[in-house]
């Protein structure tokens, strides 16, 4: 799949989008938060990924109008992003900022959130929402003491009183432990198969992989790509990666994997780590393991070297 082209916005998920991004751009005085952003998405559940101060952040906030554009435009359902209030009835926002009252119970801050949208029934929507992110029974406890993972969880209850169909979502997993990331991504998914469209950030390519359907890339606030995560996760493993190894006998081990053909270059370093570059990722894990086995090498480490975000935009944008 090529770079995205920015002249014209990306269909993503359907032809007649939800949100659709039409050449934005937002500066600061000489700095440049996004230029030129274009893209549109549909139903389902999409992950605008970036490494931190690509633009995400920035990105989200003039979706839901917190912020707007310096130039282009932005729609929610055909609906200007911002200064209309039909678009605001149909959003809920999840924003990583920790902009909670602490003095609030869990409850409270739900119900003051149904109160704003003037809902008919305020406590049924109240308690539907706290029952879909599972916080019922520590609602009654300050919003002051719950931990990281549980104050998200409670600003999605926010976000979700009003049964939104559209729902931007900052970094939602920040914070959260095993059990209560596996718990959101799971809503995430229910949300977008029940038709809601919901974009998603995040820095972390692993963590895509397990909530999004499909992926739209900024780096230093342009887009790069745009497609579903298979594809892109293709385009990334199918470059030059280096993978560094850990063994008991790192010279045996390295003398072995010279003489594959997968293999461009093996070094070992000063501590006795293996580093190897390999333009067949996925082969190569799947071998390691056999060939350490073969040369009776115990592996203590296996790992992609050039994993950060930075590494991976490198691939997928032509530079």
Known sequence: MAAADPSRPVAIMSDTPTIVLDHVSKWYGDLVAVSDLSFSIG????????????????TLKMICGLLGPSTGA??????PARGDSKAYRNLGVVLDIEQVYPYLSGREFVRMNAQLQKLPDVDAATERALAIVEMTD?????????SKGMRQRIKLAGALVHD??????????NGTDPEQRAHMIRLMWELGRQGKTLLVSSHVLSEVERFAENIIVIINGKLGAAG?????????DNHPHIVRLGANEPRKLASALVTLPQISSVRID???????????LRDFY?????????????L???????ESLESVFSYLVER
């Open 164 to 173: 939104p169909n559209v729902v931007l979502m900052d970094e939602p997993l």
């Open 74 to 79: 932005i729609t929610i359902d055909g609906l």
């Open 300 to 306: 203590t480490e296996l790992q992609a070297a050039d």
């Open 270 to 280: 000063k501590d006795g780590r293996v580093f190897v570059e390999t333009g067949e």
């Open 43 to 58: 139903p389902g559940v999409t992950a605008l990924l970036g490494p931190n101060g690509s633009g995400k952040s920035t």
């Open 138 to 146: 520590a609602a009654n406890r300050k919003v002051g003491g719950y």
């Open 228 to 236: 579903n995560y298979r594809t892109i996760r293709e385009r990334i």
């Open 286 to 298: 799947r071998m390691v393991p056999r060939l350490a086995k073969e040369q009776n090498v115990r």
